[in-house]
């Protein structure tokens, strides 16, 4: 088989259980030459997994997954090639990631005035290894601590938009969040397009300077795939995949799990 990229991969410095030595060991398991670090918001996992992967034929590609939010709607934009050592993007991730430690703050309240009263602040942040806390976190303490079953249940019971213990992200577009990335060296594709359900908006998304779309994601119908083929060749834009590795954190996929050509990966590098 030829050279395989896995261009959407989390480790534990966002919400991933995975360090970044453990998802360099899962990559050559799978025989892969490529793969991309994409934390929610935050670049602390690229230097570490660049080290990791030195000895070894193992391109690393710098990324993020950006969170962003229009018409009410989750929209996630990853930026590929990205300049992590200087300039715009990391000083806008502190702003992000002062505005994570704010709202989890703000919704271990909530979750306490409503009797959900053992949760505090300092177990949460110890979930992960940066200041990237978000709602997978609390959920899986949720669950520790036994308010719930399982973790889709802390979503629709505790967290989840119209909860008890919900609070809004920091409000940043899908617009902003490309320019950010491009005005960081950087290349914009947005992260899985069927779990959005916002294909309307890829037109606007392609014409304000995103490059890609991720076409290859885990689980998907075939005919998912293709509808996504068709629309990335029809706005010209960059077919990416990969497999949205969290570690433990989701067990129906894992490094490797859907990959695409390392042709794909060149076509990305000539895009910035």
């Known amino acids: 088989m030829p050279g395989q990229a896995d261009l959407h991969i989390h480790t534990y410095f966002s919400d991933s259980s995975s360090s970044p030595q453990e998802v360099v060991d899962d990559a050559l398991k799978a025989s892969l030459s490529c793969i991309a670090i994409t934390d929610h918001d935050i670049i602390q996992g690229i230097m570490p997994t660049l080290e990791a992967a030195k000895a070894h034929a193992l391109e690393v590609v710098p990324g993020i997954e950006l969170s962003s939010e229009f018409e009410n709607c989750d929209i996630h934009i990853l930026g590929y090639f990205i300049d992590y050592t200087q300039g715009p993007l990391l000083e806008k991730i502190d702003v992000f990631l002062d505005a994570r430690m704010e709202r989890m703050k703000q919704m271990i309240a909530k979750l306490k005035s409503i009797g959900v009263n053992n949760i505090e602040f300092e ?150």
């Not at 290894?129 to 019971?157: P, T």
């Not at 617009?175 to 069927?194: Q, Y």
């Open 123 to 272: 177990e949460v942040c110890a979930l992960t290894q940066s200041r990237a806390v978000g709602r997978a976190h609390l959920a899986l303490l949720l669950q520790q601590k036994g308010w719930i079953s399982n973790i889709k249940s802390a979503f629709e019971k505790y967290i989840g938009p119209g909860c008890p213990g919900f609070v809004p992200k920091y409000k940043q577009t899908p617009f902003e969040a490309i320019e950010l990335i491009r005005s960081s060296g950087g290349v914009a594709v947005m992260a899985h397009p069927m779990l959005t359900q916002k294909d309307e908006l890829i037109p606007r998304f392609a014409a304000a300077g995103l490059k890609g779309l991720e076409v290859y994601y885990p689980n998907c119908m075939t005919s998912v795939t293709e509808f996504y083929e068709r629309i990335a060749k029809k706005n010209n834009l960059i077919a990416t995949g990969g497999s949205d590795s969290h570690g433990k954190a989701k067990s129906y996929t894992y490094v490797g799990k859907k990959t695409v050509p390392m042709e794909v990966v060149e076509q990305l590098r000539q895009a910035k």
